[in-house]
């Protein structure tokens, strides 16, 4: 257990705290707003964008950090809470989108490349609960902040997470006690 396979399971925490929390936020604010009945069109162009991400990321020749992803999804979740009509948000969740599917794929790659042969099931495995965590807390979170602070806040709630989760994997992939370590991290 190193500091960068650690710094992966926050992503995948991080991550799905996001979107866990956006998709409660997204409800809230549609309900909100008196137009719940678009719902439906927003998450599906939601997924829509997270899917050309996947296709994006399946296409590049490049190699994204996973850390970097989770903030941008983050830091591009939190302002949501600002839209008031529900095609405004459909538009506005095309960033947060389009590294939805990259954020998860890259954290699960990294994390089968950072773990023995031996130990890759039960690593994969971590990940599987540490996305599973995020899932758990992020509904319930976001929740709780649109029910006591207030619906916009939804948003920033869920890219908080998202946020403070890439902070601290940041800090981890730097905090190696083994120099292969470090070069692994910072792809």
Known sequence: MT????AMFLVGVGATVALGGTDMAVISLLEYSGQLQYAWIVLAVWAFYSMVGGFLLGASRRELSPVWL????????VPLGLTGQWWLLALALIPSGLV???TIATSV????RLAPAAARGEAMGMHGS????GIAVGGPLTGWVVDNIGVQWGFAAAGAGAVLAAVAAGALTRVSAH?????SASA
């Not at 790659?109 to 089968?112: H, I, L, P």
């Not at 120099?179 to 070069?183: A, E």
């Open 3 to 6: 500091g960068p396979m650690l």
């Open 70 to 77: 989770v903030a941008i999804l983050g830091a591009t979740t």
């Open 100 to 102: 939805c599917a990259p």
């Open 109 to 112: 790659d990294k994390v089968s």
């Open 130 to 133: 540490a996305v599973t965590l």
């Open 179 to 183: 120099p292969r370590d470090r070069l």
